[in-house]
């Protein structure tokens, strides 16, 4: 197989980003990937991006190039699919940078996946499988915001794209003959639509996994704590840990802390934190803790109802066997939390109902038949 990584054109200008738009706009697929650094700030710091185009490999400066316009331009043309690997963080990339998702979008370890591969395959094994090549991982941990990147930093970002059109067309024929390609579309429409919606700040709670042990007033609590810690990591850029961990606010919520040696004590926070934000973290809980309970969130459900035991080993049974029987791995179909999620649907008369990720060409592969399962469980 032949190297197409060899021409390379790095762009640093905005005229030639503008020239280069021009050419990628000529053919019906590009594949794109970024480098990023995401180590002490929140959001991530775009390094390069990467598009190859007609065996051709361009590596975009977003440091030098002051208008990436043409980018954004590129990402939403419908006329030409994006190919990417393993997308949510180049999903995010792209909209943090350029306020637009790539659209339509083909995504190759989805693909390699409902083709029954391994659930999240890497990009190197991804090419050694489909094409024979082996691609060096030296850079995997470059610093992608020195300047200038080094002869070997750019033929490995050019890599990261330059094969990818070549796996896309075999992965297209051989989708084509199983008859998955709707499924795999329709997986990569769910993974824009994700990046497009992005978590509100007062939401943020409901990702805290031990959120559903708390009672309404703790959770307005946590809920409080948590939207404020988001605002303030946006505002500062800085990883919401480093404000204030995610054990701290559930231990503040939990505890009723009310003074700054419980959050030493309890909250296990550091004198800096405490010197920080320990005086509107006292205030926040404090006010949180007056709001009348009826105004207060919701109850969370349990991962899945004590009693489910049994019934969740049986779905997932249901789901492993129908996996064999598509030679597809059993996260393709349906994961654990999915299925937990269907669980705790059903009401005391069993209505149950699928989950959104469980909807579109999984509820004909294997959706109906969990339905049935928890119903036949329910008698």
């Not at 998955?180 to 824009?192: H, N, Q, S, T």
């Not at 409080?224 to 404000?243: F, G, V």
Request: proline share 5%; hydrophobic share 40%.
């Amino acid at each position: 197989m032949n190297d197409p990584s060899h021409e390379i054109h790095y762009i640093q200008t905005d005229g030639d980003l503008r020239d280069s738009l021009e050419l990628w706009q000529q053919h019906r697929l590009v594949a794109l990937d970024t480098e990023f650094v995401r180590v002490n700030t929140y959001f991530p710091i775009a390094g390069l991006i990467q598009v190859s185009a007609g065996g051709q490999s361009y590596l975009v400066d977003p440091i030098a190039v002051q208008d990436l316009s043409p980018l954004a331009e590129l990402c939403t043309n419908s006329a030409v699919l994006k190919i990417l690997h393993a997308c949510s963080e180049d999903l995010e990339i792209f909209q943090q940078l350029l306020n637009v998702v790539p659209e339509p979008m083909f995504d190759t370890q989805v693909a390699a996946a409902i083709l029954g591969g391994s659930y999240s395959l890497g990009y190197q094994d991804l090419i050694k499988d489909a094409l024979g090549v082996n691609i060096p991982k030296g850079e995997t941990r470059s610093d992608w915001l020195q300047r200038p990147l080094t002869e070997s930093q750019c033929h490995y970002a050019a890599l990261d794209v330059s094969y990818l059109p070549q796996v896309y067309e075999l992965q297209q024929r051989e989708l084509s003959q199983m008859k998955r390609l709707a499924w795999v579309a329709e997986d990569c429409d769910r993974l824009v639509s994700q990046q497009r919606k992005q978590t509100k700040s007062d939401e943020y709670y409901l990702k805290v996994k031990s959120a559903w042990k708390l009672d309404r007033r703790q959770l307005l609590v946590l809920q409080t704590l948590c939207s404020w810690r988001e605002e303030i990591a946006k505002k500062l850029n800085r990883p919401r840990n480093w404000i204030v961990a995610e054990q701290a606010l559930v231990a503040i919520a939990r505890e009723r802390i009310t003074d700054k040696t419980g959050l030493s004590s309890k909250a296990d926070m550091t004198p800096r934190q405490i010197r920080n934000y320990g005086d509107q973290l006292l205030d926040l809980s404090r006010e949180a803790r007056l709001v009348p309970e009826h105004d207060c969130p919701e109850l969370l459900e349990r991962p899945a109802p004590r009693e489910s035991g049994p019934m969740l080993r049986s779905l997932r049974e249901l789901v492993n066997s129908k996996a064999d029987e598509l030679q597809i791995v059993p996260e393709v179909l349906a994961k654990k939390a999915q299925l937990q999620e269907l669980l705790r649907s059903g009401s005391e008369a069993g209505d149950y109902n699928l989950p959104s990720a469980l909807q579109g060409w999984r509820r004909d592969v294997i959706g109906q038949e969990l339905l049935m399962e928890v119903h036949v469980h329910d008698r």
